[in-house]
T-cell receptor
Framework: NAGVTQTPKFRILKIGQSMTLQCTQD?????MYWYRQDPGMGLKLIYY???????DKGEVPNGYNVSRSTTEDFPLRLELAAPSQTSVYFC???????????FGPGTRLTVT | AQKITQTQPGMFVQEKEAVTLDCTYDTSDQSYGLFWYKQPSSGEMIFLIY??????QNATEGRYSLNFQKARKSANLVISASQLGDSAMYFCAMREGTGGFKTIFGAGTRLFVKA
């Protein structure tokens, strides 16, 4: 079991560029999450999904989009990158009956 | 609005001693849950312990225990017999409601264990 995998590990974007952060889990979890962690801060929820085809906004969704076409994959799309989106992005998943979330290793994104 | 507060930005503890990391929360839900996660300097998020709002006993996992005081809305993490490897950021988090779809995190406490 690889658990939750994220690609890329690091990325530098120029202002206005777009990119997709990939997240895949092999645990057949229905629930998946995207968080961002700004320096010295806790995690803030961007988007979450309770199953394939179902997504919803979290605390800080502006500037991001998600899709969930399969149980395994939950990509996060950044359109028109801005310096305020410089952060570490974590993907996580969990089972329906267990509240513990399993986290990926994170993607460190810098927008300059 | 739901909120998690961790008032200790940094804590020091001597190796082999116990340490308590504070967490208070605010919610109007009757059903909720509280977590603690550890984030070492390598950056990954490691689940430590979970307490449901209806659990009568305080949760324990090895050297970690969660001191849950519902009336005071506090969920402090107690680490017994601290080890050098316990030096890390610790985050308190709360799931919302029965479905638990959303989880909110506190700002964290950085723990330094001294040899």
């Amino acid at each position: 079991n690889a658990g939750v995998t994220q690609t890329p590990k690091f990325r530098i974007l120029k202002i206005g560029q777009s990119m997709t952060l990939q997240c895949t889990q092999d645990m057949n979890h229905n629930y998946m999450y995207w968080y961002r962690q700004d320096p010295g801060m806790g995690l803030k929820l961007i988007y979450y999904s309770v199953g394939a085809g179902i997504t919803d906004k979290g605390e800080v969704p502006n500037g991001y989009n998600v899709s969930r076409s399969t149980t395994e994959d939950f990509p996060l799309r950044l359109e028109l990158a801005a310096p305020s989106q410089t952060s570490v992005y974590f993907c996580a998943s969990r089972e329906g009956q267990v509240y513990e979330q399993y986290f990926g290793p994170g993607t460190r994104l810098t927008v300059t | 609005a739901q909120k998690i507060t961790q008032t200790q930005p940094g804590m020091f503890v001597q190796e082999k001693e116990a340490v308590t990391l504070d967490c208070t929360y605010d919610t109007s839900d009757q059903s909720y849950g509280l977590f603690w996660y550890k984030q070492p300097s390598s950056g990954e998020m490691i689940f430590l312990i979970y307490q449901g709002s209806y659990d009568e006993q305080n949760a324990t996992e090895g050297r970690y225990s969660l001191n849950f005081q519902k009336a005071r809305k506090s969920a402090n993490l107690v680490i017994s017999a601290s080890q050098l490897g316990d030096s890390a950021m610790y985050f308190c988090a709360m799931r919302e409601g029965t479905g638990g779809f959303k989880t909110i995190f506190g700002a964290g406490t950085r723990l330094f264990v001294k040899a």
